[in-house]
């Protein structure tokens, strides 16, 4: 079983829609990131965690909301969907430290139409 | 601010030949640099990771990256493109200061002609 799952994979809604994106991880580690890629662009990170308690925000926060509800599991909201959140979303795991490696999930492909 | 520069959004090598894939960053501490590769409809997984050990880093299928404090850089290479490494390869940066965020480059895909 993959270490870092997210559902759904693919999901169409419509504009205004409220949309959640889950991320669960079975690596036992303590942070948890969003990302979401766009094409030229590369991954820009919307939020993370560095434990439960513990939730920034990234570069692109504006119009996303984050819940961890435990070690395991980071979930990703758009309250009202737009058009130009339409893009790849990407959660991520690491134990703790600059130099650890992430591990991302296969992605949620989100198109608002 | 920390920032990672991909020289080329779009590399056409042939089977057999060298992989080049340029990458360059901008840190104002002592960076940790990451390759990470895409391969369609798939996650990110990681290649190969700078944490200030050897400059010259090996990674898995064949790839490897030198740093070079210098010239900013860290480029990506694989004397012998083989068709399955056709994917989309990602550089990143991250620091001591920024708690383990990663900041990305723009990506580069790499195509490789028979």
């Known amino acids: 079983d993959a270490d870092v799952t997210q559902t759904p994979r693919n999901r169409i809604t419509k504009t205004g829609k409220r949309i959640m994106l889950e991320c669960s991880q079975t690596?036992?580690?303590?942070?948890m990131y969003w990302y979401r890629q766009d094409p030229g662009l590369g991954l820009r990170l919307i939020y993370y965690s560095f434990d439960v308690k513990d939730i920034n925000k990234g570069e692109i926060s504006d119009g996303y909301s984050v819940s961890r509800q435990a070690q395991a599991k980071f979930s990703l909201s758009l309250e009202s969907a737009i058009p130009n959140q339409t893009a790849l979303y990407f959660c991520a795991t690491s134990r703790q430290g600059a130099g650890d490696t992430q591990y991302f999930g296969p992605g949620t492909r989100l198109t608002v139409l | 601010a920390q920032s990672v520069t991909q020289l080329g959004s779009h590399v056409s090598v042939s089977e057999g030949a060298l992989v080049l894939l340029r990458c360059n960053y901008s840190s104002s501490v002592p960076p940790y640099l990451f390759w990470y590769v895409q391969y369609p409809n798939q996650g990110l997984q990681l290649l190969l990771k700078y944490t200030s050990a050897a400059t010259l880093v090996k990674g898995i299928n064949g790839f490897e990256a030198e740093f070079k404090k210098s010239e900013t850089s860290f480029h990506l290479t694989k004397p012998s493109a083989h068709m399955s490494d056709a994917a989309e390869y990602f550089c990143a940066v991250s620091d001591g200061n920024q708690g383990g965020k990663l900041i990305f480059g723009q990506g580069t895909e790499l195509s490789v002609k028979p």
């Open positions: 690596k036992g580690h303590d942070r």
